[in-house]
């Protein structure tokens, strides 16, 4: 770690520091060179964790290490005497030969070098001044002189950063030049390169204001959120699944939403910190005060039979504090779970008093309710249903999504009935259904539906069935039936009717309360029923009925049917029953895919059976009561859309009438929309959507659950202190309490962003100038604590958290400042010649090439290609993915679907993200699972990713699609073109030639097989255009392919 | 008599020479080697130019008898009752209730409801002394009882984790925290690869006949090490290797010609930008291109004589079943992967014990002893450590007609790579509950530490630094098993 370091004496060399002359004449300071030493060899035996220092004695507090110490042996000797190493203890035992007596003990890990003793010894030669632990102290923010016509920069940054290169002799680099400043400023503020118009646009924009009018375009696009949440949802483990055990879904996007839009609209840091730790405690929350709270129900969470309440109640609570103290804080307070800190002054008992602050957080330890684990609150939850407590929004995303595929699904029928007018067979077809179906929808009422008596009734299990004058059947238990019910197998009903001799599109089945059952839907005043339900038409004559196949089921009510924690609309698998409307009229209605007509003597199937009942559901689910079924010629509508009787026009049977058309949509809508797969499917997407509306996972406060130190972390071991909310002591103590007596998450989030909290804005400021520059100004930006790395700069690190706080934590501001130092406009190519002086670049003497993350690998491809969709939000997508990955997935059994629309195209922020098996294409190039709170990613260099821009689908389309849009230019331009746009500049005269003959080869292989041709260019889902030749354009996709492959591609320099 | 300590040193010299000095060591770095340890410059000094990842040891801490492993993890949690721990005394108390002196104030699963019923469960099953070494094996695996001269038995294995997922967690990572590396990671961290065109660390699947547990990716993560160092899972379905096979329409001559063209053009750029990185970048895609090469060939068991598949009863070779994936693993150390892992879902036997224990057995018990056997005749079993086991065993108590999660005590066994064979290590008390303090207690972390052991690793240097604290396998935990160490 010392290495790595810009110490004056590091950069003159070990041999001359060494020299007494020489190093006389270098100043120890305790936080850079001091510190650094003794914390990593030291502290562990020697500081804060009381239990581990046998010896009592504490090198880390200047009070006990010049006080005289009496050891074990009675030995009475003093660690420090300042100005004189040779009466001290500490440099006796640095030095000392015998293995008993010298420190560090011979077995210890850590070792210390000659350079380390010398730097010691001069320490205290120099007096052994301590200091606080710079990150412990107040930042200061230092006056920048004024340097009109002076000769330092008047940037802040820039001033910083060349007075430390100007003392080591060094010259900044150039700046970049202007297509690599306009790609790398795009890639860091917007995650997408600039397009061709925009890089010569820039170009051509001489004026001085043009880079700073730049900055300003990229910090008001709406992808700057994008690009800006990816850190943070790394930070708060931001995933769409549990990822304990069944790994089943969360419902969340709406918080992923909320960061975005929140850097978007650039909110105050503190602001968006507040709402998120506390969003739902601050007075008259807002809705999306509610959302950003899910912030608090990221943690991972287990519905596993025979896992432990207690137990995990207590993983929960130390994942919160593990989190929001490195996110916040950039402390490693998680340390002190199992015991005081080994390093920081962190106690154990100040993790259980930060804890203590989210123990109201609404949870359930075991998400499920088992009879060896009660939560009577989830009795009716199976794997499949979310994870309370959930609110209902409404979602821009889906309102638009919802609004377009109607509008497509309406223009799909208008087009069918249309062509049904131009054909006079067709019109002649509407003309007799018309005539047919007319007197049984044109009722008073308006109703569509046509009720049909019960023909016929059996059920098993001996249960009784009564019919009612209105139509409808009664179910009532045998006697003995609830004694022994859960004995019994499913009880099935078999219903027949009879029905009118007109073609029936969709039937309709009524579960109804009634008098009899208690007013409840059930007949054993049970909440609700968990049903299958199958049609079938049983001819005359024939020996059994026939299956009818459904183009879709849908309930006509709330009912509340999940699959893996997100709401199915479709009831083909099955109806579990609304809770809510136990005691209401529930319906479902069914639609075929071709109308059927039943004959006299044919009859109407309906069966339906109750599923098993599971043993831990007992209590909740029940068995039917009484149903009703009805039958109509006319289609199934769409929620929020009216019943189809209502606008067919009664009586408008001849082409000239006005009402014609209307007539023929209402025909070829029950007729023939549904039994074509793809308006299915476009029906099924708008059902999907739920007229925009959609649930998210937020925070509910509840009675705070008691908090105790854990002594070990052991969650069986009672015998701790209970705990108030407290921040950490040293840290401050407790804060102003808005509330008397317990302290909130809002007082909480207070005191984090309140401007006497030194490590808030600097945790952020440091993690932000990775962001930019690669690496933090202390590089271990999950750690400020001593374990830590002393900054490169750090008077430059406190300038700009001071400068934070002070500018109302604007962070759109803070970007600004950053991106418009030289620092970070400096040129990106090596200096060999630095390298032996700063292997790292921590000097800034250029910028740094840094590999795009993963998801920007991916927008990188599709923006460039033109296949992006650029639409912000919305749930997560489902790109391509290699088959089986989710083989191992259990309770429920899954298997990965595929988008099968432009979703495919969303950015990769928006990839579904299943904690367990992440992605291959993301877990391939280092996003982190989150699973944990993740400060910095991985940044790796594998064969895996290799293969992932050679192979993976969405890469191969992505080069097609690009290849395509080559087409458009003579074959000379083609080139030009594509490097304009993937890499931001034209090929040299080298790349052309090289590139040429690449895909002279290519072409002449693919002439040979012109099939393979074919097949490498119809890889993905958009559709492959006839005009273009398929061996032309697979050998243009053979270098579009090249170039996305490209190291220069995925980095940006 | 030549000087004792020769074969050891020559041993030493042997293993270092291959391990570390054959690989080019300029790419690494005088600063990392300088170094023992020092996981951020390892970090950004990424991979030599011939594509290996190298370990951060320079040399072994011990004598190195282990270079490879392949761990059998019964996913789930095998009974050790029924398998490897006979119980007379608990079969005598069978249906009676179990002694609450047993049980009182300790942790239980599922069966926490029945606290005031529990009752014993005895094993309907004989087991029979076997080999020379006379260890008692279960009749229900016929073809283990046949290695038992071969094997060490652990019967004194505990955990701290009771279910599933945190018991593999905390049998692969010695935590239950998550982004903690998994033991396979570490291996590849401190030992590097010795394959040039196969990953050094392989995960393989395959399923019991009922509804399994789910396993989860996480337990062949790297964590927080550097991601080369992680798990790489070979599909039973497709491509073994996510992304392996080129697109439609493209053969491997083509491909070749992309490789080509991209070195050509990645190394233009370096021209320009004296970018380092690139070198690797051209590196990575070399490399890729072999395991595109060897890869399929290395999965194709179909040229593997009948004799051999007939060893590990292999019905259709290559169709995911346990017994393939055996073969499998063979080839695979074979071409030098340091660590394969093979998880077979398919031991939570909470009911119906009496029957699915045994068909649990059948479906693993040929080709566990067919692996040490076909190890063994090769020669690779020497320097080829194998482990069978789950991640823990089942409670002596029945639950209904099964048996519930138990973490005071399992069994495992170990073959090759430098363990003792033919001894049983440590035992548990009478009814089979808890392990028994006697010197040969198995902890989780004291199986790491015996592993790492036989790797010529000591467990309490290898560490990575991570926000701020130097973190190992065993945590700060761990006792070598000297005495199953040969």
Not at chain 1, 519 to 537: E, M, P
């Amino acid at each position: 770690m010392v290495a790595s370091r810009f110490l004056p004496f590091l950069l003159i060399g070990p041999s001359i520091l060494l020299g007494a002359s020489t190093a006389d004449a270098l100043r120890m300071e305790y936080n850079r060179d001091v510190r650094p030493i003794l914390s990593n060899a030291c502290f562990k035996c020697h500081g804060p964790d009381a239990a581990g220092n046998p010896s009592g004695l504490r090198l880390d507090v200047p009070e006990f290490a010049r006080a005289p110490h009496r050891s074990k042996t009675g030995r009475i000797t003093t660690a420090l005497v300042p100005g004189k190493p040779d009466a001290s203890e500490v440099w006796r035992r640095l030095i000392a030969k015998d293995e008993t007596t010298v420190m560090p003990p011979p077995n210890a890990l850590h070792q210390l070098s000659d350079r380390d003793r010398t730097v010691i010894r001069r320490w205290i030669e120099q007096g052994a001044h301590y200091q606080p632990h710079w990150a412990y102290a107040a930042p200061i923010k230092q006056a920048i002189p004024d340097s009109r016509g002076g000769s330092s920069p008047s940037h802040p940054i820039d001033f910083f950063i060349r007075a430390e290169l100007k003392a080591k002799d060094i010259e900044a680099a150039p700046p970049a030049d202007r297509r690599s400043l306009i790609r790398r400023l795009s890639l860091d503020l917007t995650g997408l390169p600039p397009t061709p118009v925009e890089t010569a646009t820039f170009l051509a924009d001489q004026r001085p204001a043009a880079y700073p009018d730049l900055v300003d375009r990229y910090l008001a696009s709406p992808h700057y959120g994008e690009r800006m949440a990816v850190p943070w949802l790394d930070l708060v483990r931001f995933a769409d699944s549990t990822g304990l055990h069944g790994d089943q879904l969360y419902n969340n996007f709406p918080y992923r939403d909320y960061v975005i839009a929140a850097f978007n609209r650039n909110k105050p840091f503190d602001q968006f910190t507040i709402e998120q730790i506390a969003g739902d405690l601050v007075p008259n929350a807002s809705t999306d005060q509610h959302v950003a709270s899910g912030f608090n129900r990221l943690n991972m969470v287990t519905r596993e039979g025979g896992a432990q309440v207690g137990e995990y109640l207590a993983k929960y609570a130390s994942d919160r504090v593990r989190t929001v103290s490195t996110v916040w804080l950039g402390s490693t307070l998680a340390c002190a779970e199992c015991h005081d800190h080994k390093y920081d002054p962190f106690t154990i008992r100040d993790f259980y008093a930060f804890a203590a602050y989210f123990a109201d957080v609404k949870q359930w330890g075991v998400y499920r309710h088992f009879v060896y684990t009660p939560e009577p609150e989830l009795t009716v939850h199976t794997d499949d249903y979310p994870f309370p407590p959930e609110i209902e929004i409404s979602s821009d995303f889906l309102k638009n999504r919802d609004a377009r595929l109607r509008a497509t699904f309406a223009r799909s029928l208008a087009t069918g009935g249309r062509a049904l007018l131009a054909d006079p067979d067709g019109a002649a077809a509407v003309q007799t259904w018309a005539r047919l179906v007319a007197p049984w929808i044109h009722t008073p009422s308006s109703d569509p539906w046509i009720p049909i008596p019960v023909d016929q009734a059996t059920s098993t299990n001996g249960v009784i069935t009564i019919p009612r004058p209105d139509g409808s059947v009664l179910f009532e238990n045998p006697p003995s039936y609830l004694d022994d019910k859960y004995k019994k197998p499913p009880t099935r009903h078999q219903l027949s009717f009879a029905t009118p001799e007109i073609p029936l599109a969709t039937v309709r089945i009524e579960f109804l309360p009634d008098i009899a059952h208690g007013g409840f839907v059930t007949r054993d005043r049970r909440d609700l029923f968990d049903i299958d339900i199958a049609l079938a038409v049983q001819r005359a004559g024939e020996a059994k009925p026939q299956a009818l196949a459904l183009a879709e089921a849908l309930a006509e009510c709330e009912t509340e049917n999940y699959f893996n924690g997100r709401r199915v609309m479709s009831l083909r698998d099955g109806w579990r029953s609304s809770v809510r409307l136990a005691r209401e009229p529930q319906a479902a209605v069914f639609q075929l895919p071709i109308p059927v007509t039943l004959a006299p003597g044919d009859r109407l199937v309906a069966t339906i059976t109750s599923k098993p009942v599971n043993f831990h559901q007992r209590a909740a689910l029940g068995e039917i009561g009484r149903i009703r079924v009805s039958v109509s010629p006319l289609s199934g509508s769409l929620p929020g859309e009216p019943a189809d009787s209502v606008r067919f026009p009664a009586g408008a049977l001849t082409p000239a009438d006005a009402g014609f058309e209307q007539t023929a949509v209402a025909y070829f809508r029950a007729n023939a929309a549904f039994s074509d797969s793809e308006r299915v499917q476009v029906f099924r997407d708008i059902l999907d959507c739920r007229e925009g509306r959609t649930s998210t996972m937020v925070t509910v406060a509840q009675e705070p659950r008691v908090t105790r130190v854990l002594p070990r972390g052991n969650w069986q071991n009672e015998s701790g202190d209970v705990v108030d909310p407290s921040p950490p002591k040293f840290l401050g103590g407790i804060p102003t309490a808005e509330s008397q007596g317990r302290g909130t998450r809002l007082d909480l989030a207070r005191w984090i962003v309140s401007p006497t909290n030194p490590l808030t804005a600097r945790t952020f400021v440091n993690r932000l100038w990775k962001q930019f520059f690669g690496t933090g100004l202390s590089s271990a930006v999950e750690d400020l604590g001593l374990q830590g790395e002393y900054p490169s700069h750090p008077e430059l690190l406190d300038w700009l958290a001071v400068e934070f706080m002070e500018s109302g934590w604007n962070v759109k501001s803070l970007v600004r400042l950053i991106v418009t130092s030289q620092t970070y406009q400096q040129s990106a190519r090596e200096r060999p010649e630095l390298r032996p002086l700063d292997p790292q670049n921590r000097l800034l003497a250029r910028q740094n090439a840094r590999r795009l993350d993963a998801e920007f690998i991916r927008d990188h491809a599709l923006f460039t290609s033109g296949l992006l969709r650029p639409e912000l939000g919305g749930p997560s997508a489902f790109p391509y993915q290699p088959e089986g990955y989710y083989a191992q997935l259990n309770f429920p059994i899954r298997e990965y679907v595929a988008d099968h629309d432009d979703r495919q195209y969303r950015r990769g922020l928006y990839t579904h993200r299943q904690r367990t098996f992440l992605h291959p294409m993301l877990a391939n190039f280092d996003a982190p699972s989150r699973e944990e709170c993740t400060p910095a990613r991985n940044v790796s260099n594998t064969p895996q990713q290799a293969l992932t821009l050679l192979n993976d689908p969405s890469f191969v389309e992505a080069a097609r699609a690009l290849a395509e849009q080559l087409q458009a230019y003579p074959q000379t331009e083609r080139l030009n073109q594509a490097f304009e746009r993937v890499l931001t500049r034209p090929p040299s005269d080298a790349e052309r030639a090289s590139l040429e003959k690449f895909h002279a080869a290519q072409l002449a292989a693919f002439r040979e097989r012109p099939d393979d041709a074919r097949k490498f260019t119809a890889i993905g889902l958009l559709p492959v255009k006839a005009e273009h030749d398929a061996v032309e354009l697979a050998a243009w996709t053979a270098v579009t392919r090249a170039l996305f492959n490209l190291n220069e591609t995925i980095t940006r320099y | 008599m030549i000087d004792p300590l020769h074969h050891v040193r020559q041993r030493q010299v042997a293993w270092s020479r291959r391990t570390f000095l054959g690989q080019s060591a300029q790419a690494i770095g005088a600063l990392a080697l300088g170094s023992l340890l020092n996981p951020r410059l390892l970090a950004s000094a990424g991979p030599s130019t011939d594509g290996k990842w190298r370990g951060v040891l320079r040399s072994p801490h011990f004598l190195p008898r282990a270079k490879r492993i392949i761990q059998l993890s019964m996913a789930g949690g095998p009974s050790h009752l029924e398998t490897f721990d006979p119980k007379p005394r608990l079969n005598a108390l069978h249906g009676q209730p179990f002694p609450e002196s047993f049980t009182k104030g300790q942790q239980l699963a599922q069966l926490q409801h029945e606290r005031d019923g529990l009752r014993a469960r005895g094993s309907p099953f004989a087991f029979t002394r076997c080999g020379l070494s006379g260890q008692m094996i279960c009749d229900l695996l016929p073809h283990t009882q046949t290695i038992a001269d071969d094997i060490c038995i652990v019967r004194s294995m505990h955990t701290e984790q009771i279910n599933h997922d945190p018991a593999h967690a905390f049998m692969n990572a010695g935590s239950i925290t998550k982004g903690r590396p998994s033991f396979g990671s570490w291996t590849l961290y401190g030992l590097g690869a010795e394959a040039d065109n196969l990953p050094g660390y392989i995960v393989l699947m395959s399923n019991g006949p009922g509804n399994d547990q789910p396993i989860s990716a996480r337990q062949w993560s790297a964590g927080f090490l550097p991601s080369q160092f992680q798990g790489v899972q070979f599909q039973s379905k497709g491509t073994p290797v996510h992304y392996l096979g080129n697109p439609d329409g493209i053969c491997q001559s083509m491909q070749r010609q992309l490789i080509d063209e991209l070195a050509v053009l990645n190394g233009l750029s370096a021209e320009k930008t004296l970018d380092s990185e690139v070198q690797t970048r051209i590196a990575q895609y070399e490399l890729a291109f072999k395991m595109q090469s060897s890869v399929p060939e290395l999965a194709d068991l179909s040229k593997e004589p009948q004799s051999t598949l007939d060893l590990y009863g292999i019905k259709n070779p290559g169709d995911g079943s346990f017994a393939s994936n055996c073969l499998l693993a063979r080839r695979l150390v074979e071409r030098g992967v340091r660590f394969v892992q093979l998880y077979h879902r398919g031991w939570d036997h909470h009911s119906n014990i009496d029957a699915n224990l045994p068909a649990a057995c059948k479906l693993v018990d040929q080709a566990s002893a067919a692996l040490v056997k076909d190890l063994k005749r090769r020669g690779l079993l020497d320097d080829t450590l194998v482990i069978w086991g789950g991640e823990f065993g089942r409670t002596p108590m029945g639950q209904g007609s099964g048996r519930d999660h138990h973490i005071n005590a399992f069994s495992i066994w170990m073959a090759g790579g430098g363990i003792r064979p033919g001894i049983t290590w440590g035992s548990t008390d009478e009814l089979g509950y808890r392990y028994l303090d006697d010197g040969q207690q198995m902890h989780v972390h004291d199986l790491h530490a015996t592993l790492l052991a036989a790797f010529g690793i000591d467990h309490e240097r290898l560490t990575y630094r991570y926000q701020g604290r130097d973190f190992r396998l065993t945590d700060v935990h761990g006792k070598i098993a000297r005495g199953i160490l040969r």
